[in-house]
Each structure stands twice: as C-alpha cells, then as structure tokens.
C-alpha cells in the first residue's frame, strides 16, 4: 500500500507582454518561447504516460510497480532542486553526516509521497487546459483528469528547463495543493520542536513503511 495522500497548494500563474514596438527585436524570442512551452506540455504528457505505464504494470508486484515509479520519477523530476527547497534553512546548520544521510533517504521518500498523488490519475484521460510561462525557466503546465464519477482532478506541473538542457518537474500540484510547500513547513516545524536526526529518523522510517 502506498503512503496516505499529502495535498498542498497552488501559486498563481504570470505572463509578461511585449510592446509593439519590440514586436520585429522579439519575434525569434517568441518562436523559442512558443517551443519552451510546447516542450514542457510534451513533457508533462511523457511523465504521466510513464508512470500510468509502470504503475498498471500487471506482471509486477506492488513493490516493483513502487520501484519502478521511483525510477521513473528519479528521472523526470529535478530531486535534487525539490530535496533543497523542502528542507530549508535547516539544511545549513546540518552536519556533514546528516546533509549525506538525507540526501540519500530524500528520494526514497519524496518518490513514495508522490506514488499516493498519482494513483488517483492513472489510466484517466489528460486534457492539457492551459500552458504559461513562469519566471525565466519555469512553465507551469495546467492539466486535467476526467473521472466517470466527481469532478475532474485538476494536476499543474512545474517544468523547468536546466542549464544542461533536460526538462525536470519542480513540482506536481494536484487539485490545488503541493507537497512541496506543505513538506516544507512540516519539516521546519518538526525540527524545531524533535531536531535534525529525528527528522531523518522519521523520513527513512515512512520511507520503507
């Protein structure tokens, strides 16, 4: 069985405008901008088909379907970005045994969070409602999931392009909450009150649950 489902929220989207008298300077801006946004939905769609794919893998146990989702998010997510952000400041007052120790638990972790948000879309079908760029790297993609039953399960990714190129979600927002803000509030609150180590205590304790 997979972990309890962890739900967060959503930031508002931005787009900036182009005076027309930029217009003829930008045009070739806009065309990479158009691609930057096609290649994030595209993406968006790849890493959902991938994890319907191991997750409805009927040859596998439930562990491996685990396993592979794991991988399969190890590589389109960006966990090193994702591992960061969620501990906070915290993580400069780590030692260097404790920093190592979480950098190792973290994507077990995050990984099985991420497998609860997920079986709630699998085998649904995808309608790509909106695209907007955020920020200088940022797209954030705007999805949908029908159900045959309820409202449909609204999910926003956040893609960002590296500087090597590879296109990594940042985030996965699904009706309107993400895990990556509510961790980060629980961790900062967990370690003020029971310290570092009990926190990875804890991680590596739900991470094998």
Do not use: H
Not at 53 to 61: A, C, I, Q, R, Y
Not at 118 to 147: C, H, N, S, W, Y
Not at 168 to 189: C, H, P, Y
């Amino acid at each position: 069985m997979f972990m309890s489902r962890v739900r967060v929220f959503a930031a508002l989207l931005a787009a900036s405008a182009v005076t027309p008298a930029l217009a003829q300077e930008t045009q070739p801006a806009a065309e990479v901008e158009v691609s930057t946004v096609d290649g994030a939905v595209a993406f968006a769609k790849s890493l959902t088909a991938n994890a319907t794919s191991v997750l409805t893998d009927e040859n596998k146990s439930e562990a491996e379907k685990l396993e592979n989702f794991r991988q399969v998010l190890a590589d389109g997510m960006a966990l090193d970005i994702i591992g960061k952000f969620m501990i906070g400041d915290t993580r400069k007052s780590m030692s260097d045994e404790q920093t190592t120790r979480y950098d190792a638990i973290f994507p077990q972790y995050i990984t099985k969070l991420y497998a609860e948000q997920f079986q709630e879309i699998v085998g649904k079908p995808l309608e790509v409602v909106e695209a907007k760029e955020l920020g200088a790297r940022d797209v954030i993609v705007r999805t949908k999931f029908d159900r045959k039953e309820g409202s449909p399960i609204m999910v926003d990714w956040r893609v960002r392009k590296l500087r090597s190129g590879d296109r990594k979600a940042i985030d996965i927002i699904v009706s309107g909450v993400s895990i990556m803000l509510v961790k980060r509030e629980e961790f900062s609150s967990f370690v003020s009150t029971n310290g570092v180590d009990a926190l990875l205590d804890r991680l590596e304790s739900e991470a094998s649950a």
